[in-house]
Structure formats: structure tokens, C-alpha cells
């Protein structure tokens, strides 16, 4: 089979290792890939948004499945030109998408669905009154999020009154979401443990594979901004079985059936943001693709046939024993450029890759390869992950800061504490 996966990230890197390793497969392309995904395949510079080149790419080199990993390409429509040339896509198509692309679709198909989740109000943010008053009403921490695709960005947590409106001013006067922040929610704040659940689904049918908790803040105990993620383990001992199963009947279930019911069935990664409070797990958002760095975490904890469930699925018969929970564990630590998710300098030639422990796998993300040497090109720049066979964590968490300290790039940060919650 000849797999091509769209993409650049860490994500994409796991994804291209364990298709890899698939029996299946035959050829593996990426566009555009990093420099961890041209050791396993062949990386090709095509513009993202240059459909008709994707698409002629395909045709030429008679790819049997595309495999897309970061958002903006599906709500962009990747999928549905794809499908509309007659290539298979794992991966949903745009309306289908909009569970990510729209913070308010996503509540409006959560409502439908009877899908317990944080309650919110949602206002336009040109109204300006209504907010205020709303706004001096409620209780704190509340959070603001903008409707729209912010780059993990648009979610803002707010402690007091004066934060909020400040935070409201910012998106409606100032617009720093551009035209993402049209529509705000306001939102209750949840308390309790966070997981990520993917499940895999031809649309109808899913499996959710080993559930993983990234770490969302730049700082260490959870403080600064927001980032894409700086680290995840998994599995998550937050989630018993009983949970997982709860998790799958009423949340994964009804919102796959009520995508369906309305026309827009979602074929791919359906990714719930979950936060586990004291009464049960309340969904905190829907992604329409796996998550980065937690896809670094959760492949490797599958025996089976990985190309085949994607497959399965985007030819819309899932194959739910292609793949299955091998027992171990894994820690992933990523390793940023200081200043991210701000401003940040880049270019500095990364040392230590070459680790030759079958328990270690170094992902890349933004780093670039220049005469045979790597450097630092982007904000997160490479995801250092332990894999055991055995549900060790802490054993996982060890192996992976031991690692680390034979990397070094000039400017490099990372979390020291990225697995601790599972270790309370
Ligand atoms: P999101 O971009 O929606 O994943 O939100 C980013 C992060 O903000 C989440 O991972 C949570 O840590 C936090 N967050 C979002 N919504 C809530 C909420 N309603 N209550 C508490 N924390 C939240
Ligand atoms: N790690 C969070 C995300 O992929 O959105």
C-alpha cells in the first residue's frame, strides 16, 4: 500500500514510525515531513494549500490512502477535494471538522447529543453591554474562548472581573483573534484531572485507543501561557475501565451518531479533550486529529497493525481488532525553543540525537536538517519519549529526563515535570 501523510509536526513523525512498521505498506511519502520522518520516508515539498498539486501527487504516484494530521488542511478541505478525486482519506471532511473549527458547533452537537460538558453562554463580541453585565454576574475563574481555529491560543482562563473584561476588550476591540474571536464563549471553569481520548471511527463504528494527558502550560505545576503541548504520558491511571467505558457511551458515541444524523459523518480522529471532575468527565473540546504531542505517547502502546485501522476506517469498515493496548507505558518530554509560545530564536544545532536505546525514541518537530547536521527550526523542536513494555511511569519518567541531558541546543527549555500528576 502507498501511504502519503500530510503534515510536519512530532504528531506526524509517530504517525509515520508506526505506519512503518506495518506489513502493508509499501511506499510512505509526507508532505512536506521533518527531518525525523525522511529517515522512514520520502519527504515532498508541496504547499498545503495547493490542492490540485496534492492531488495530482497522488494520482501520479497512485497513493492508496492519505493520512492528514494537522487541522487547517481539513477545515481547509483536504479530505473532501481528496474524495472528490477518488482517494482514500483517514481524516474528516470540512463540515465534519467544524467540531474543531467552531467552539459553537461543537456545544450546539453536544447539546444535541446529551454530551456532558462545562456550561456556557455565547455572545457576539460586538456586544459590548451584555457581556459586561454578564460578565459582573459570574462566579471566578470562568474561561473565554474564541469560536474559531486560534492555534491553541483562544482559550483564556480568568480569575477575576477585571481579567475578563480586559480579555474581552482584547478580542473584540483590539481583535487579536482576528476574525476567530467574531464569537466568544464564555464558559463555567472545570475542575479535576484532564485526559485526551482518541477514537478512531469509519464514521459510524470506533475504537478509542489508550487514553493520554498532555500538558498544556509552558511552566512547570501548570503556570504561563498556553502552548500545543510540552509533554504527555500515557495511559492515564486517572482512567479506570469503568470511566473509559462511560467515556465511550456518553461521549464518543452520541456525538459520532449525531455528526452522522446531521449529514456531516466524521471519518478520522475524533480527539475529546476531557476533564475527569467529581461528577464524571465533562468534555473541554472536540479536535477533528490526533493530538501533538500525545500521538507521541499513544502509538507506541499498540501491537497490531496500525496502516490497517486507518485504512479500515477510511474505507469505511473499521477494523476494530487491527490494532491493540500492548501493556506498556510511555513519557513524552518536548524540548522547545526559550521564548515559545512567544517569540523565539531558532537555527541552533541540536547535539545528543543519537541515542541508541531501543527504550528511546526522539521525535522531531521544528528542527531542520543542513549537511547533515540538525538545528532548532520552530517552537517545539523535538519530543523525547521513553517507552516501556511495563505500565511503569515513574520507571518512564526517569528514563526519559536521563535522556534528555545528552541533548543540547543553545536556548532549549523543557518541563521537569511532565508525568508527576500520574505519580500523586
Ligand atoms: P483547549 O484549547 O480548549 O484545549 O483549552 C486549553 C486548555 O485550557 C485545556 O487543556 C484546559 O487546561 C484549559 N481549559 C479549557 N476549558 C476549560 C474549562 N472549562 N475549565 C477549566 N480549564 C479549561
Ligand atoms: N496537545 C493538544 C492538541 O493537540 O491540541
Redesign the pocket.
Known amino acids: 500500500m502507498k501511504v502519503l501523510i500530510i503534515g510536519s509536526g512530532g504528531r506526524e513523525h509517530a504517525l509515520a514510525l508506526a505506519i512503518s512498521k506495518s506489513k502493508l505498506l509499501s511506499e510512505l511519502y509526507c508532505i512536506p515531513g521533518n527531518s525525523g520522518t525522511k529517515q522512514i520516508s520520502k519527504n515532498v515539498y508541496i504547499d498545503l494549500q495547493n490542492f490540485d498539486s496534492i492531488g495530482s501527487f497522488c494520482s501520479e504516484h497512485q497513493i492508496d490512502l492519505v493520512i492528514i494530521g494537522p487541522e487547517q488542511p481539513l477545515v481547509d478541505g483536504l479530505s473532501d477535494y481528496l474524495r472528490g478525486i477518488n482517494i482514500k482519506v483517514f481524516g474528516p471532511s470540512s463540515s465534519a471538522a467544524k467540531i474543531e473549527s467552531s467552539k459553537s458547533y461543537a456545544k450546539e452537537i453536544m447539546n444535541a447529543a446529551n454530551v456532558p460538558t462545562?456550561k456556557y453562554e455565547e455572545f457576539n463580541s460586538t456586544d459590548y453591554w451584555k457581556v459586561e453585565n454578564y460578565l459582573r454576574e459570574c462566579e471566578y475563574p470562568l474561561?473565554i474562548?474564541v469560536d474559531g481555529l486560534a492555534a491553541?491560543k483562544?482559550?483564556i482562563?480568568c480569575n477575576n472581573f477585571e481579567e475578563a473584561i480586559n480579555t474581552f476588550k482584547s478580542i473584540s476591540e483590539e481583535k487579536i483573534f482576528g476574525k476567530a474571536g467574531t464569537k466568544i464563549l464564555i464558559?463555567?471553569?472545570?475542575?479535576g484531572e484532564?485526559a485526551s481520548v482518541f477514537a478512531i471511527t469509519d464514521g459510524e463504528n470506533f475504537i478509542t485507543l489508550p487514553a493520554a494527558q498532555?500538558h498544556?502550560r509552558i511552566g512547570d505545576g501548570d503556570t504561563g501561557k498556553?502552548t500545543g503541548g510540552m509533554g504527555a504520558y500515557a495511559p492515564t491511571p486517572v482512567l479506570t475501565e469503568s470511566l473509559s467505558h462511560e467515556i465511550e457511551e456518553k461521549i464518543i458515541r452520541p456525538v459520532i451518531f449525531q455528526l452522522k444524523k446531521e449529514g456531516n459523518p466524521f471519518i478520522g480522529c475524533l480527539y475529546a479533550?476531557l476533564?475527569i471532575t467529581s461528577e464524571g468527565p465533562k468534555v473541554?473540546?472536540f479536535n477533528c486529529r490526533f493530538g501533538d504531542p500525545e500521538t507521541q505517547v499513544v502509538l507506541p502502546l499498540l501491537d497490531g497493525d496500525f496502516l490497517q485501522l486507518l485504512y479500515s476506517a477510511a474505507d469505511g469498515r473499521l477494523d476494530k481488532n487491527a490494532v491493540w493496548y500492548n501493556g506498556g507505558s510511555a513519557v513524552c518530554v518536548v524540548a522547545a525553543s526559550e521564548g515559545y509560545p512567544d517569540s523565539y530564536q531558532k537555527g541552533f544545532e541540536i547535539s545528543g540525537l543519537d541515542i541508541f536505546d531501543p527504550q528511546i525514541i526522539i521525535y522531531h518537530a521544528g528542527t531542520i536538517e543542513k549537511d547533515g547536521k540538525i538545528f532548532s527550526n520552530g517552537g517545539r523542536v523535538i519530543g523525547v519519549t521513553a517507552v516501556l513494555n511495563e505500565f511503569d511511569i515513574r520507571k518512564a519518567r526517569d528514563k526519559v529526563y536521563d535522556a534528555i541531558k545528552n541533548i543540547k541546543f543553545e536556548n532549549m527549555y523543557f518541563r521537569k515535570d511532565i508525568a508527576a500528576k500520574a505519580l500523586k
Open positions: 462545562a474561561v474562548k491553541g483562544g482559550v482562563i464558559e463555567e471553569f472545570l475542575i484532564e498532555d498544556k498556553n479533550g476533564m473541554i473540546e
